[in-house]
């Protein structure tokens, strides 16, 4: 299917590498205005510091002006972090907290300011993880981070309704996806190859998932078809979350 999101005006973050990259890319031959942002620009794109609320700012502004209308954001950038409880400083947590969910208020904060009044409202499609579903040792404050992701999502998706603001927010919950963040992950492991296998084996269906296979289930919640659809998770987990 293509011309699913004509016209659109989308801005993408984390979009130099993995998801981010696939989402761009995946939009932008469904017929969006599909702009990445990354700390470096990828092609096209501009540079945004997701942490930082001025950079927000100025992303936002000149998306504006150059194109008058912003119809969805991803919120995608993040990091991977694991770390015993014991050992984690407090500074880690913060950063943690700051990248992969300070990002997200940000980023919606600065969506909702031009969705809620804009004819034809938005949609916010905000990268959480399974494990802003389920636990997991050693991955504290990844998980906190994302599980704040997964109720931001719904706070504002049910905000935006009770305003009368035309706003979807819905979370994408993916498991293990083949992009550098796992490769670092594998590369970091005493044995990379048997924590590859292992990765591999702890999802039902027996491998990772590709970005394009998480991309997918992003372009069709920025999509007019999901146009029902605020507030909900979609696992695209191959069937993590069902046992
Ligand atoms: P990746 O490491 O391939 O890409 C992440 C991108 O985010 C990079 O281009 C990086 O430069 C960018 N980024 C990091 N900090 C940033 C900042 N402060 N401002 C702007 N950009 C920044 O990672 P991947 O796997 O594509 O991850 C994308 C999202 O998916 C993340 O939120 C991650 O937590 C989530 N996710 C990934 C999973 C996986 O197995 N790869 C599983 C579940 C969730």
Known sequence: MSGRLQAKVAL???????????VA?????E????????LAAPPGGIVL?????????????????AHGRLDILVNNAGIGFSRLVT???????????????????LGCRAAFRVMKDQPGGG????VSSILGLVGQPETSAYSAAKGGVTLLTKSLALEA??????IRVNSVHPAYVQTAMIDQAVARAGDPDRFRR???????????????????????????????????QLAVDGGMTAR
Do not use: C, K, Y
């Open 198 to 232: 292992h990765l591999e084996r702890i999802q039902p269906v027996g491998r990772m998932a590709t970005p394009d296979e998480i991309a997918a289930g992003i372009v069709f919640l920025a999509s007019d078809e999901a146009s029902f659809v605020t507030g909900t």
């Open 87 to 105: 050992e984690m400083t407090l500074a880690e947590w913060r950063r943690v907290q700051a990248v992969n969910l300070d990002s997200v208020f």
């Open 12 to 22: 993408v973050t984390g979009a130099a590498s993995g998801i981010g990259a696939a």
């Open 49 to 65: 510091d997701v942490t930082d609320e001025a950079q927000w700012d100025a992303g936002i502004a000149g998306i504006l002006a």
């Open 25 to 29: 890319a995946m939009m932008a031959a």
């Open 161 to 166: 309704a009770q305003n009368g603001w035309p």
């Open 123 to 126: 949609a916010i499609v905000n």
């Open 31 to 38: 017929g969006a205005v599909a702009i990445g942002a990354d």
